[in-house]
């Protein structure tokens, strides 16, 4: 089994106005993104092809939008961020790019 190309864990995953896990898992592996809760268990995924990812307007900057087979999922990944003072973009900036490069669509 590959690397991930992307693993964010202690994320939040809400949809719509519903808490789906605070201690979930975003993980982009062998050209799928799938969301999981603490413990393990899948909530959604889909080929990275199909999946558009997007930073909420007036959002703070731990804050992604993920839309997967048709829902839309609220992601919080603040947990992941640099510390102060250290480089390094935003985790929700960081899973956007990720989702953009394992789909083949590097802008």
Known sequence: MAEPEFTATGVRIDKRLRSLTRAGQVRIR????????SYGSEIDSAPVQAVRASKPWFASEDRALADLNGQRYSLTLGDHDPAPGEPGPPAARRFIEAVRRAAGRDH
């Open 30 to 37: 062998d050209g799928r993104l799938q969301l999981l809760t």
